[in-house]
């Protein structure tokens, strides 16, 4: 006979601790997902740039996102997330190298920026991004091709672009969650960052099944009734639990990871892993922008050249790398790049 043992259960920690990534499984609901806290790395990431605070809080969610996904990883690659849109912010590029080290950039337009703000829009993701599309990136390195995941972005925010990613590249029932503020400090101090994000995903194991969901044909008449499946009642429920969810809770300093999914899940019995770190650092260095200047044609090196020497500036840490022309060019390149100039 075989004694029945009850799994380890503990109380939720109290304890929030920042630039963490937390597992969980959710066993009553078939559930699994992640919650990411981010302080004072998302403070350094922003630190490199002049970003208004619109920019600071969309490259924000931008980054809890892409550390969400990223952190899933369990190869040693990278995982990148870029937009290009014809909004304000025409171009957000993060980069999560696994398994956890991440960077990112915006690009914005200042004058629409302000006409936007002018309109009281200022604070609007979605307006910020506009249409365009959203590329997920799976890098494994030279050995490995590279995997490439685009949805289109149509008016719509990084959650919502998230979620249709899922249903039509993974077709795995997702829902995701994410919150930015602007932390004040007392005594004049300067402001922080602090993000927040959840994804939760609906994955069953003994006795359940997934329901896909058909793609729309794209050329079905107008009018045309599409089938739709009926969603599972554990998923319904982990949705309506997902709902409740304010944004507050997902950026609160006070708030521990685990306390926020004991709050959400403590009914159905919610498990937590082993956190992750995640740590702020650029992957740039000499021998990198050295590497990728040799790769460019003679022509492409010659407009780089300015009183011998070719400056490149990494546009997600700001760090300026310094080269004299010959270095890059050989000795007889370089005169003459130098005398064209």
């Not at 969309?58 to 990278?78: P, Y």
């Not at 719509?156 to 590249?169: D, I, M, R, V, W």
């Not at 995903?201 to 359940?208: A, H, M, N, R």
């Not at 009734?225 to 304010?246: F, G, I, K």
């Amino acid at each position: 006979m075989t004694a029945h043992t009850e799994p380890h259960t503990r109380p939720p920690a109290a304890e929030a601790v920042d630039d963490r990534v937390t597992p969980f499984h959710v066993d009553g609901l078939d559930v699994r997902g992640r919650v990411v806290r981010l302080g004072t790395a998302l403070d350094a990431v922003l630190a490199h740039h002049d970003y208004p605070p619109a920019v600071k809080r969309l490259l924000g969610e931008a980054v809890a996102l892409t550390v969400l996904l990223g952190s899933t990883l369990k190869i040693t690659g990278r995982f990148i997330l870029q937009t290009r849109t014809d909004g304000p912010v025409d171009l957000l590029v993060v980069d999560f190298t696994a398994p956890q080290d991440v960077r990112a950039y915006a690009r914005f337009n200042a004058e629409r920026l302000a006409a936007m703000q002018a309109a009281g829009r200022g604070g609007d993701s979605a307006a910020l991004l506009g249409h365009g599309h959203l590329a997920m990136t799976i890098d494994q390195g030279l050995s490995v091709n590279r995997y490439q995941g685009v949805v289109a972005l149509e008016g719509a925010g990084l959650e919502a672009a998230a979620h249709q990613y899922f249903t039509q590249s993974e077709q795995i029932p997702t829902r995701v969650r994410l919150a930015v503020a602007e932390e004040m400090h007392p005594g004049g101090a300067a402001s922080s960052w602090r993000a927040g994000g959840l994804m939760v995903q609906f994955l069953p194991t003994e006795g359940g099944h997934l329901r896909p969901v058909d793609l729309h044909p794209g050329d079905a008449p107008e009018g045309t009734a599409l089938p739709q499946a009926e969603e599972e009642d554990a998923w319904m429920e982990a949705q309506s639990l997902v709902a409740t969810l304010e944004d507050i809770e997902l950026v609160d300093s006070d708030l521990s990871s685990e306390r926020l999914l004991y709050r959400l899940f403590h009914e159905r019995g919610v498990r937590v892993f082993e956190a992750e770190n995640v740590v702020a650092r650029c992957s740039c260095s000499q021998e990198r922008v050295m590497n990728v200047l040799s790769s460019f044609s003679r022509e492409e090196r010659d407009t780089l050249v300015e009183d011998g020497r070719i400056t490149v500036t990494c546009e997600f840490c700001g760090r300026n790398y310094g080269f004299r022309a010959e270095e890059v060019m050989g000795a007889d390149e370089a005169d003459e790049a130098s005398a064209a100039n």
